[in-house]
């Protein structure tokens, strides 16, 4: 029964330790964005190195207590290509609004990047298959 019990709070706290990494990341990188285009507002009121040691001491609990099962694999959708796109697009985006002080030049690297983008995304669905 006790061993039950340990087995039970042990599963948990990896979960825990999983999901508390998933949401603090998603928000780290977040964090980030905002503060490529509002650098003082960022810094004002979060130190982003603190940030990241919480970031990376969830990330190694997760890795180092996450037991490897094997994935099935499952086939690529339309849906998976379209929000490939999507992304693509969206970091198109991203990269021109943050080079486009450099003139003409910032429309070719953000097509480039938008491109390298997709292009790599579907790379690596297609790998599976």
Do not use: C
Request: hydrophobic fraction near 50%; avoid cysteine.
């Amino acid at each position: 029964m006790e061993y039950e019990l340990k087995q039970k709070l042990k599963k948990a706290g990896k979960n825990l330790a999983r999901n508390i990494f998933q949401y603090i990341l998603i928000l780290f990188l977040l964090t980030l964005l905002i503060r490529e285009f509002y650098p003082d507002y960022v810094n004002h009121y979060i130190n982003i190195n603190y940030f990241m040691v919480i970031v990376v001491f969830f990330g190694a609990i997760t890795v180092l207590t996450t037991e490897e099962k094997p994935v099935k694999k499952q086939p690529v959708r339309k849906k998976d290509y379209v929000l490939v796109v999507f992304m693509g697009i969206l970091g198109a985006i991203i990269i021109y609004l943050r080079l486009r002080e450099l003139g003409w030049i910032s429309y070719l690297i953000s097509i480039l990047g938008g491109f390298l983008i997709i292009f790599l995304s579907i790379l690596f669905l297609k790998e599976d298959q």
